[in-house]
C-alpha cells in the first residue's frame, strides 16, 4: 500500500465529441481523452509515488456531459468547475445536466459567474462573483460547493483569502505540479493539452512529469506580459493546426 500523500490532479477544457467542433487552446479529442480516462482506470497506487488521481474540468461546457458518463462507466469521479452565468447557454451545461452530473457522484466546483479574471474585479466584485456562483450551485445540485478554481487560474493571496472566507476549501490554480492529499487550499494541477502525448501523460500518472516547460513559459510571460503571451500563444497553436 502506498502511504504517500502525493496527488496528481488532471485538468480539462472542452473535449471534442464531434469531428466538425473547432478546436481552441485546451481542446482535445474525444479519442485522446478516452484513452487518458482509461488509463486514469488502471492507476495502480502500488506504484510507491502517488496516492490518488483527480479529473477535473474547467467552464462547463455541455461535452462534459459525456465526458462524465464515460467517468461513470470507468468506476471514476470528477470534478466539473461550472461557469453559473453561461448554465443553459449553447454549448455549456444546463441546470438539469449538472444535477446530473452532482446525482452520478461527480463533484461540483465554481467557476465564477462571469469568467473575468478576478484580478481585474475590485474586491467587492470578487466578493459577489465568489459568493454568488457558490450559492446558485449549491441551489442546482442540493450540497455544498466548496471547490473553486479561478478563471484564467489568476489570483492573489487576498483573492485566495476570500474563497477560504466564502467557504472554499480547495482553490484548484493552474499552477503546475502534484499537490498533496486530502486536498485543502491552494492546491497545483496538471493541465491536459492537445501536444500532451502518451508517454507525457503517463509520466504525470507515475508521478515523474516535471515542470520545466511552466517554468520556461511563466519566465516568457515575464518578459513579453500577459496579453502579448497570450497573441503569440494563440497564434503558435493555430498554426501548428
Not at 35 to 48: E, H, L, W
Not at 77 to 89: A, C, E, K, N, P
Not at 172 to 193: K, Q
Not at 198 to 219: E, M, P, Q
Request: aromatic share 10%; charged share 25%.
Amino acid at each position: 500500500m502506498n502511504d504517500s500523500s502525493l496527488a496528481a490532479i488532471l485538468t480539462y477544457h472542452r473535449i471534442l465529441t464531434q469531428p466538425d467542433m473547432r478546436p481552441a487552446f485546451h481542446d482535445i479529442s474525444w479519442e485522446a481523452f478516452e484513452d487518458q480516462m482509461r488509463c486514469v482506470a488502471r492507476f495502480d497506487q502500488s506504484n510507491g509515488r502517488l496516492s490518488e488521481v483527480c479529473v477535473t474540468f474547467d467552464d462547463g461546457t455541455s461535452d462534459h456531459e459525456r465526458a462524465g458518463d464515460l467517468l461513470d462507466l470507468l468506476g471514476l469521479s470528477g470534478v466539473f468547475f461550472v461557469i453559473t452565468g453561461r448554465l443553459g447557454r449553447a454549448g455549456y451545461l444546463t441546470r438539469e445536466q449538472t444535477r446530473r452530473l452532482a446525482d452520478q457522484g461527480h463533484r461540483i466546483g465554481s467557476h465564477c459567474v462571469t469568467h473575468t479574471p478576478l484580478t481585474r474585479l475590485q474586491p467587492d466584485e470578487v466578493e459577489t462573483e465568489l459568493r454568488e456562483s457558490k450559492r446558485e450551485l449549491e441551489d442546482v445540485i442540493g450540497r455544498p460547493v466548496d471547490w473553486v478554481a479561478p478563471p484564467g487560474g489568476l489570483y492573489t493571496r487576498e483573492i485566495l483569502a476570500r474563497a477560504l472566507d466564502e467557504g472554499y476549501s480547495v482553490f484548484r490554480t493552474m499552477e503546475w505540479g502534484y499537490a498533496h492529499a486530502p486536498f485543502d487550499g491552494c492546491v497545483p494541477c496538471w493541465p491536459v493539452l492537445p501536444r500532451r502525448n502518451k508517454g507525457s501523460f503517463r509520466r504525470i500518472l507515475d508521478g515523474r512529469a516535471g515542470t520545466w516547460t511552466y517554468d520556461v513559459k511563466n519566465a516568457f510571460k515575464k518578459m513579453v506580459g500577459e496579453h502579448k503571451y497570450t497573441q503569440l500563444r494563440n497564434r503558435f497553436l493555430t498554426a501548428l493546426r
